[in-house]
């Protein structure tokens, strides 16, 4: 049965075919299936062509799309590209990246990034529950240390880590997770929370953070420092181990 | 393997091979720190990721400053890039997370182009330009088509975000399920899910005389 009695609408599942006709996504057999059904179920027409008409009214106008390239803007791009080469600003490789970040240095970060969280999780920053954005970062940086922490639980994103990440970033809002990309952007997001009474706290522990970051990194956002700090979080333990009480510890 | 992808208004555009290609190529050697050879990216894919940030963004101005900074993302990021699938793919993932991003950091929305919010000519500031098909008889047609678009985009411009994403990927960059759960990182029955649900908001929002 394809139509719904009760609604005269299409169910759920014609819904769904209809929609994969549309798309191009039926194959051959599927094509000539629906068709079928078509031409025999009158009630699925009427909703099949209810359906066309929402999607060809997207079509966007012709030359809607036209110019879309402002001259210069390749040129004006690549003089940003040679700004941040030049200033040598490229994080890292993301795999394994040692490179020219000296050892003490990674220490003061993962120290400093351990410190926030346990200071930011006493405050009431949670963490996200799924925890997708930071694991992808986490992913794809190697280290296991900040998913592990993204699996803690709770609410916060950290959105720009996903964007290079891969995950679409969920979060409400960079200004609500009190992590936005550039720690400059700390103070005015947070003054865009609904609550920045509970919220100036962190805030002002994420904006030292991410200056902390920008220093050790030049990473532009905190987010992008956690992403480049989980794959060496290890070592960073291990170093601030050793800076702390010298030795073998962490080894 | 060249694939070919047909998008709207009849433009085909010819991806690169699938393993990178000469993108691919050149990302691996911005990896390695020839930051020039990064120019090859941004003239391949500029004007599809300036397309993309328009349709999400829905401000012509935003869109090209989102589009540079997905640009300097991925050449940030370069050395993460592995060659699973097709760069442009990858820049897509970029694109779409930076531009849901900056759509959260409104926190009010305020889609100009895409919601007419301000309503009257005002309202279309910045929008893509509009020129009616040539076989518009009249400025009565011209008009209605205007009209039509304009509200198009207003319950567009209403979809969730994550409505929006799905629904601009495949039905305005002709992605397929399985290319646009690649880019949002999600299902194929996820993309599925959200589109069935930003139709049925699409239809309730224009009615049942929606159409061209």
């Known amino acids: ?251 | 393997v060249v694939v070919a992808t047909e998008v709207e208004h009849g433009t085909a555009e010819t991806a690169e091979p699938a393993a990178g290609g000469a993108d691919g190529e050149a990302l691996r050697r911005v990896a390695g720190g020839d930051a020039e050879a990064f120019a090859v990216v941004v003239e391949h894919h500029q004007e599809r990721l300036l397309r993309l940030c328009r349709r999400l963004l829905g401000d012509a101005e935003e869109a090209r400053d989102a589009a540079q900074e997905v640009f300097l993302k991925a050449f940030r990021g370069a050395a993460g890039y592995r060659p699973r699938g097709q760069v442009h793919t990858w820049l897509y993932r970029i694109a779409v997370n930076h531009c849901l991003n900056r759509l959260r950091r409104r926190r009010v929305v305020r889609f100009l182009p895409w919601s007419g919010a301000a309503g009257g000519e005002a309202a279309d500031a910045g929008a893509p330009p509009f020129d009616p098909p040539s076989e518009a008889p009249g400025p009565e047609d011209e008009l209605a088509a205007r009209r039509r678009w304009r509200q198009v985009r207003r319950a567009v411009a209403a979809l969730p975000d994550n409505q929006r994403a799905v629904l601009v990927l495949v039905r305005w960059e002709g992605l397929s399920y399985k290319e646009t759960a690649e880019v949002l990182g999600i299902s194929a029955g996820a993309v599925e899910s959200r589109l069935v649900r930003a139709m049925r908001n699409l239809g309730a929002a224009l009615g049942p005389e929606a159409g061209p």
């Open chain 1, 1 to 251: 049965m394809s139509i719904d009695r009760t609604t005269r609408e299409p169910t759920r599942r014609d819904r769904r075919e209809l929609l994969r006709w549309l798309a191009g996504e039926l194959d051959e057999a599927g094509d000539r299936r629906l068709r079928r059904r078509l031409a025999d179920e009158p009630e699925l027409a009427r909703a099949a062509a209810a359906l066309r008409r929402t999607w060809d009214g997207l079509a966007e106008p012709p030359g809607s799309a036209a110019g879309a390239v402002p001259p210069g803007f390749a040129g004006r791009v690549m003089a940003r590209v040679r700004e941040e080469a030049a200033a040598g600003r490229r994080l890292p490789a993301l795999p394994g990246f040692g490179g020219p970040v000296p050892a003490w240095a990674r220490a003061a970060g993962a120290a400093a990034l351990v410190l926030g969280l346990a200071a930011g999780a006493g405050m009431g920053v949670r963490l996200p529950r799924g925890g997708e954005d930071v694991a992808a970062a986490a992913a794809a940086a190697g280290g296991d240390g900040v998913r592990a922490a993204a699996r803690g639980g709770g609410e916060e994103r950290l959105p720009a880590a996903a964007e290079t990440a891969g995950t679409v970033g969920t979060a409400e809002a960079a200004g609500s997770a009190g992590l936005p990309a550039g720690g400059e952007r700390v103070a005015a997001s947070g003054a865009a929370d609904e609550s920045p009474d509970t919220g100036a706290a962190e805030h002002e522990e994420a904006a030292e953070l991410a200056a902390l970051y920008a220093e050790l990194y030049g990473a532009e956002s905190l987010a992008d420092g956690l992403a480049t700090d989980a794959g060496s979080l290890a070592d960073g333990y291990a170093a601030a181990l050793t800076a702390a009480f010298g030795g073998e510890a962490g080894t």
